[in-house]
């Protein structure tokens, strides 16, 4: 028996490398239906029961198994509202750009209004190479923007971030921010495999991550003033941000400006140094457990691996044939996969 990332590997022509038994327990789990799994929040007791053990490490496989136990799609019998999509790219995803695209037409039965590219703004004219090309059929608009623009916007055209990482974070809640409407915001090294309704009307989902850390919790209690007692992490590198609910988180931290500040003064320690650490995605997450939010989160499962990039064999000649095929492969490959991520550092 072969895990999903054997499969893919061996779709593409690779040799199956990495068995784990304890993974294709985990994609056993992924692949049940819906139906019998859980639709209540009550499962968040497992996860604070397992916190301060999966910290250590101890525990990390029951909160795998823990992420596994919600449905894929909660909302999938519900009427699902219109989205926009904001996918971020910069130099080192690239290559993935037409890939990440394509595969929009499987991440959502959610109509999709706009798609929103943002790069920095020395990849702009890469970007736009990949967009005449034309590698993709879509039936939404698409606009590009720049990182600078949107924080320009914001007001944060001379605000010195300490890395990359501190900008894009907050850029990522700024663009929630500025939305005329709810918005699916994905990292560019992510590819959607399978639909899902992401929002009706006032009920959004919540992919649960199968990591968790004390540092992101302490650090949106902070934040947000407001006891955190999910037990759920959201770090999932792609997550919908409803623009009422991220104007709130702004309302309750003091503005854009002071938010910035509190996530570079985050990054900027370190984990070493404090018991907290910034994440745009646990924050968005953690505010929705407050009692004054508007949405209501229906938790949901992540169905994600990570796998390198290596394996596609990306060139910069791919056509519409190759990037309609490499996801089919995959979704041949794992089907019940939801998504995909090519980090760079895999």
């Known amino acids: 028996m072969k895990s999903w990332d054997q499969r893919i590997q061996m779709s593409f022509g690779l040799k199956a490398t990495g068995f784990d038994f304890r993974r294709l327990a985990l994609e056993f789990l992924d692949s049940l239906p819906d139906q019998i799994k859980i639709r209540t929040q009550r499962i968040s007791k497992i996860g604070l029961s397992t916190l ?3 910290e250590l490490k101890v525990a990390l496989f029951p909160r795998h198994i823990l992420s596994r136990l919600f449905p894929f799609d909660p909302l999938g019998n519900q009427h699902p509202s219109p989205i926009s999509v904001a996918l971020l790219t910069s130099e080192k995803d690239l290559e993935l750009l037409p890939y990440s695209i394509a595969s929009l037409k499987y991440g959502a039965t959610n109509p999709i209004t706009v798609l929103k590219i943002i790069c920095p703004s020395h990849s702009v004219i890469e970007v736009g190479k990949i967009l005449r090309k034309k590698l993709f059929s879509v039936d939404f608009d698409i606009t590009l923007s720049t990182d600078e623009e949107i924080l320009s916007n914001a007001g944060l055209t001379d605000f010195d971030f300490v890395s990359s990482v501190a900008k894009m974070e907050t850029l990522k809640l700024i663009i929630g921010y ?3 409407s709810p918005i699916l915001i994905l990292d560019g090294d992510t590819l959607l ?5 992401w929002i009706s009307d006032s009920r959004q989902i919540t992919p649960i991550a ?5 540092g992101h919790k302490n650090f949106s209690e902070r934040l947000l003033n407001y006891p955190i007692e999910t ?7 792609h997550a919908l941000f ?3 609910q991220v104007r709130q988180i702004f309302g309750v931290i003091g503005g854009v400006e002071k938010l910035a500040n509190e996530i570079n003064i985050g990054i900027e320690k370190g984990w070493t140094l404090q018991p907290e650490f910034p994440s745009e995605w646990q ?3 953690d505010s929705l457990s407050m009692g004054n939010s508007a949405i209501r989160p229906i938790p949901a499962s992540f169905s994600n ?3 390198s990039r290596k394996i596609l064999g990306l060139n910069n000649e791919t056509s519409q044939v190759d990037c309609i095929t490499v996801l089919n492969r995959i979704k041949s490959a794992a089907p019940s996969l939801g998504s995909i991520s090519f980090h760079d550092y895999k």
């Open 52 to 54: 301060k053990k999966t």
């Open 178 to 180: 500025q939305a005329a």
């Open 193 to 197: 495999l399978r639909p899902r309704n």
């Open 210 to 214: 199968q990591e968790y850390f004390l």
């Open 231 to 237: 037990g759920l992490g959201y770090v999932t590198h």
């Open 242 to 244: 409803v623009p009422e």
């Open 283 to 285: 924050i968005y997450g």
């Open 305 to 307: 691996i990570g796998i």
